[in-house]
Antibody, heavy 121, light 111 residues
Framework: EVQLVQSGAEVKKPGESLKISCKGSGYSFTSYWIGWVRQMPGKGLEWMGIIYPGDSDTRYSPSFQGQVTISADKSISTAYLQWSSLKASDTAMYYC??????????????WGQGTMVTVSS | QSALTQPASVSGSPGQSITISCTGTSSDVGGYNYVSWYQQHPGKAPKLMIYDVSNRPSGVSNRFSGSKSGNTASLTISGLQAEDEADYYCSSYTSSSTLEVFGGGTKLTVL
């Protein structure tokens, strides 16, 4: 079964760092782009960025460039989203998702279950 | 403000058909055939319903169909069922530096 399994919910304080993960299985992890999508409480989906695990080629939405870092470790089929200094406004559900085809553009056909990040003092 | 414009809500009775629009520009929806539609039930991850404007992934009911005219893409659901009640999001490739944008989402209510 093709699936993406994300790490569990996190509760952090402003200023703390965080790295959440997304582990792929059931397919060639290095062949498909993996994207990250934010959903703030009660709001819509926002495209954050995307990485190609095969060579770590990464693209960011300008809204998130410099605010987060997307990375991948192909040896363990895992993509990451990290923050160096969290803000309360980072409170949201974060989804990873796999491109449906073997190129940068297109749809996300497989989604992780989401990781809820809560930032509060 | 989302780059793609969707109606906030639509509703229909069981068995009816509804259409959700997704309006962009020639830099996104109108210029490329990389429009996708996602269904999201409360507390769940989004699910791909339509890709590349009008293609259905394996396992998605043929009651769901997609189309595009100019800068507006549309998702049509025929034979509405209670289980179709959910939020629906469109997305598109964009030639801007953003690369991809989502619509603001549409809440579908089955009366």
């Amino acid at each position: 079964e093709v699936q993406l399994v994300q790490s569990g919910a996190e509760v952090k304080k402003p200023g703390e760092s965080l790295k959440i993960s997304c582990k792929g299985s059931g397919y060639s992890f290095t062949s498909y782009w993996i994207g990250w999508v934010r959903q703030m409480p009660g709001k819509g989906l926002e495209w954050m960025g995307i990485i190609y695990p095969g060579d770590s080629d990464t693209r960011y939405s300008p809204s998130f460039q410099g605010q987060v870092t997307i990375s991948a470790d192909k040896s363990i089929s895992t993509a990451y989203l990290q923050w160096s200094s969290l803000k309360a406004s980072d409170t949201a559900m974060y989804y990873c998702a796999r491109r449906s085809q073997l190129w940068l553009l297109g749809a996300f056909d497989i989604w992780g279950q989401g990781t809820m990040v809560t930032v509060s003092s | 403000q989302s780059a793609l414009t969707q109606p906030a809500s639509v509703s229909g009775s069981p068995g009816q058909s509804i259409t959700i629009s997704c309006t962009g520009t020639s830099s996104d929806v109108g210029g490329y055939n990389y429009v996708s539609w996602y269904q999201q039930h409360p507390g769940k991850a989004p699910k791909l319903m339509i890709y590349d404007v009008s293609n259905r992934p394996s396992g998605v009911s043929n009651r769901f169909s997609g189309s595009k005219s100019g800068n507006t893409a549309s998702l049509t659901i025929s034979g509405l069922q209670a289980e179709d009640e959910a939020d629906y999001y469109c997305s598109s490739y964009t030639s801007s530096s953003t690369l991809e944008v989502f619509g603001g989402g549409t809440k579908l209510t089955v009366l």
